[in-house]
């Protein structure tokens, strides 16, 4: 269980291009859990996911998981428990590195490595056959650089590579942005598939209502550094895209002339 | 060139191939310029230089002179990790306070080893002559340090240390903690250069305080010529490459001193070394130009 308590977090504090980019943000994701995070932009989404995996220290606010105090904890020391893919696919994994490679450095995240090989014949029996439930010839290319694969293929990777350890929380940035809509299609399918098998505790901000309203059990919207709508149930079952927008603008007090952006 | 010039050019280049690995791991694997190898190669000849003088057994010193080297490195990549100094400054800052250790371990500008016992002469069977088992030696040093950071860097932690300098935030993610992975890289990479001045120092009767100027650059060379004559992403071939690149570099430059018409002189050495890298860092890009690519 993910249990976040009253961050904040201010940018630039005492000058004049000062941001409070986490205002009282207090969120609980139950074990098991799917939910959905969306928000304008500044609205605190990408900020909120990267306090939450260390990478951005907060200046008050606790964070715990499973009731274990992460809040002053680096980010590769919380890797043990939280996994996470990228909004950029090159970002996830190691260009310079085989396909094999990554995934074994991955197959160890949180845990203490030693000086034994880290591609041993039988995890690397694991990976082609986690390789082969993509459906992408990947298991066929095992000791190929992962830079020659295309970003799709990347961010498939990456989902293995989420779910090769048990972790309590799964952390999804944006992670079909970057993508074409078959691709990016493609990996939402994969990222429902394997966070059912392995029954994740997800936290996903997305950037599409549609995304956010069909994937998940739960829909959070953000704005300015709060969480201003936190549906789940019967509730978000009858939402549609357009209640979603006219409650941004509800809370934003303005008009949203950026459709497209939204609704992409 | 006579066999004795060959065989002495192969062996400086078997020593400096040490160097050029450890550079390969810094710039390369870590991507962390570093200037540390200007301190850390003195610095090894001058611990083993210093250790024998003073009646230490040989092999004893050029471990210590490793060690030394491990610990200079550490310190560079502390600078940087812990410190938050940027890369670069962190090793040079490393580099000129090694200048005043150097001096300080040798307490003089130099150390000669004339008569001493070196790990060279302590293992010379009757049957070679010095200047034929020095470079055999050599290669075999060489192919362990090789075979050796082959297997290393496909473990578990190796994996980390490439991955840190791959990518450190994903590195991060995945539990790496990248500061350590940094420090361990550097200690590695210094430790193979403090090696390199201890073998030095007892090939070439002694260490000396300047004998560290250009440690880096011919490092640099060695491993871009190698890269250029062997390009490969696969760590084993990369590793072949960057021992090649610093024999053929070695042949390069001795046969530029050696030929009278050129009219080279040894004290043209770090000129020639200049040029060289040089042209092996602009011939690709001309080379991807010409071919139509993208440069870079």
């Known amino acids: 269980m993910l249990n976040v308590q009253d961050l904040r977090l201010t940018f630039n504090p005492g000058t004049p291009i000062e941001t409070q980019a986490l205002r009282g943000m207090s969120l609980e994701i139950p074990t098991g859990q799917f939910v959905t995070v969306i928000g304008s932009n500044g609205a605190g989404k990408s900020t909120f996911l990267n306090a939450v995996s260390g990478e951005q220290k907060v200046d008050s606010g606790r964070i715990e998981i499973d009731g274990i105090d992460m809040t002053r904890q680096p980010v590769w020391a919380r890797a043990r428990h939280v996994a996470r893919v990228f909004q950029d696919p090159l970002a996830g994994t190691c260009e310079d590195l085989t396909i094999e490679e990554n995934m074994a450095l991955a197959s160890m995240r949180g845990e203490r490595r030693g000086f034994s090989f880290a591609v041993k014949p039988a995890l690397r029996e694991e990976f082609r056959a986690q390789l082969s439930t993509l459906g992408l010839g990947l298991e066929s290319r095992l000791s190929d650089r992962i830079g020659l694969l295309s970003g799709g293929q990347r961010q498939a990777v990456s989902l293995l590579m989420a779910a090769l350890r048990p972790s309590r929380l799964l952390l999804l940035d944006e992670h079909t942005a970057a993508l074409d809509p078959r691709t990016a299609a493609f990996v939402l399918e994969l990222t429902v598939r394997i966070v059912a098998e392995h029954k994740l505790t997800t936290m996903m901000v997305t950037h599409s209502m549609r995304q956010a309203l069909d994937v998940g059990q739960r829909t959070v919207m953000l704005h300015q550094g709060r969480v201003v709508l936190d549906v789940a149930g019967e509730e978000r079952e009858g939402l549609d895209v357009h209640h979603l927008l006219a409650m941004f603008e509800k809370v934003r007090g303005e008009e949203i002339d950026d459709d497209k952006l939204l609704l992409s | ?296």
């Not at chain 2, 090793?91 to 001096?103: E, F, Q, T, V």
């Not at chain 2, 560290?212 to 490969?232: F, Y």
């Open chain 2, 1 to 296: 060139m006579s066999l004795y010039t060959l065989l002495g050019a192969l062996e400086i280049g078997l020593i400096f191939s040490l160097v050029a690995l450890g550079v390969y791991i810094s710039f390369r694997l870590l991507r962390f310029p570093d200037l540390t190898v200007d301190g850390s190669f003195p610095l090894g000849g001058a611990v083993a230089a210093t250790m024998i003088a003073a009646g230490q057994d040989p092999f004893t010193a050029t471990i210590a002179a490793t060690l030394a080297g491990a610990a200079a490195g550490m310190i560079t990549g502390w600078l940087n990790v812990r410190l938050k100094i940027m890369d670069l400054l962190a090793s040079i800052l490393m580099m000129i306070a090694l200048y005043s250790i150097n001096l300080r371990i040798m307490g003089k500008p130099n150390v000669p080893l004339i008569m001493e016992p070196t790990v060279f002469n302590l293992l010379q069977p009757e049957a070679l002559v010095d200047y034929v088992f020095r470079p055999l030696l050599l290669v075999l040093i060489v192919i362990v340090v090789k075979l050796g950071l082959d297997a290393y860097f496909s473990t578990q932690t190796g994996l980390a240390i490439r991955a840190t300098g791959s990518n450190a935030r994903m590195a991060r993610a995945q539990g790496v903690n990248t500061g350590l992975a940094v420090l361990a890289g550097m200690a590695l990479s210094n430790a193979l250069v403090g090696l390199a001045g201890a073998l030095f120092a007892q090939t070439q009767g002694g260490a000396d305080i300047s004998m560290g100027v250009g440690t880096i650059v011919i490092g640099l060379a060695a491993v871009i010529v190698g890269e250029s004559l062997l390009p490969s992403r696969k760590l084993y071939l990369a590793t072949i490459a960057v021992i090649v690149g610093a024999i053929v570099y070695r042949f390069f430059i001795a046969v530029a001193l050696n030929s009278d018409f050129i009219g080279l002189q040894a004290q043209d050495l770090n000129l020639v070394t200049a040029l060289l890298v040089t042209v092996a860092l602009v011939v690709p890009r001309l080379r991807a130009h010409w071919s139509g690519r993208k440069g870079g």
